[in-house]
């Protein structure tokens, strides 16, 4: 009867951890699956951090083409934002991943009629609770140009020198998106699950041999 019993739990204990295999397997081709669905409209071509006495600078570039729909907004004069965020995290081996440092960059493209030109405006918080004022604008001639800029990140503090150590190891978490979600109310209900509104990119990179130099 003891063997029996102990036959029992053995396939019990080993049926149980090939159901947890399969759904450890089955999460990570949903999670491959759904990277690749937030990537495939926009590509980034490039992506770095440099570290300085002043901190660290995020460098990235990326590629996309507006939707028809999105492209007809902004020419009627809707305003159409663009939100990047780094995240740094240090790897903890007895525990999930530790987030040391969290940054946005907030980007609002308009087209002014009255001149026929387009304004950016960027800050670190989000523009439609700080206002115009307290961001950065610079205008531009053509619908290309400004989509170029906002396409181009340069030089962007994300963190103090004195928030990272030289002894751990970090990664950086990078995304880049469309947010829809400034949209007027009455965009954002057409808006929402509709893929000429979906624009996004996701990466991780190891920031370990940066911050040992």
């Known amino acids: 009867m003891g063997a029996v019993m102990m036959a029992f739990i053995t396939r019990c204990c080993t049926k149980a951890r090939l159901d947890r295999l399969r759904w450890w397997m089955v999460m990570a081709?949903?999670?491959?699956?759904?990277?690749?669905?937030?990537?495939?409209?926009?590509?980034?071509?490039?992506?770095?951090?440099e570290r300085s006495e002043e901190g660290l600078f995020l460098t990235a570039r990326i590629r996309f083409d507006l939707s028809p729909v999105v492209e007809d907004a902004l020419r009627k004069g809707i305003p159409i934002h663009f939100v990047a965020d780094a995240d740094i995290?240090?790897?903890?081996?007895?525990?999930?991943?530790?987030e040391v440092v969290s940054a946005q960059r907030y980007?609002?493209?308009?087209?002014?009629?009255?001149?026929r030109r387009w304004r950016l405006n960027t800050s670190s918080e989000p523009i439609a609770n700080v206002g115009l004022g307290m961001s950065l604008g610079q205008n531009y001639?053509?619908?290309?140009?400004?989509?170029?800029?906002?396409?181009?990140?340069?030089?962007?503090?994300?963190?103090?020198?004195?928030?990272?150590?030289?002894?751990?190891?970090?990664?950086?978490?990078f995304r880049y998106r469309l947010d829809a979600s400034q949209l007027p109310r009455t965009l954002q209900i057409g808006s929402v699950g509709h893929s000429d509104w979906v624009m996004s990119v996701e990466r991780r990179i190891d920031l370990t041999p940066e911050l040992a130099r």
Not at 37 to 44: F, G, P
């Open 141 to 173: 001639d053509s619908l290309e140009e400004v989509i170029g800029a906002v396409q181009r990140i340069a030089r962007w503090k994300i963190a103090n020198a004195s928030d990272v150590e030289s002894d751990g190891r970090y990664m950086l978490r």
């Open 89 to 98: 995290l240090r790897e903890r081996w007895y525990w999930y991943d530790r």
């Open 29 to 49: 081709v949903l999670a491959l699956v759904s990277l690749t669905a937030r990537a495939e409209n926009a590509e980034l071509t490039s992506l770095r951090v």
């Open 107 to 115: 980007m609002r493209v308009a087209y002014q009629p009255l001149t």
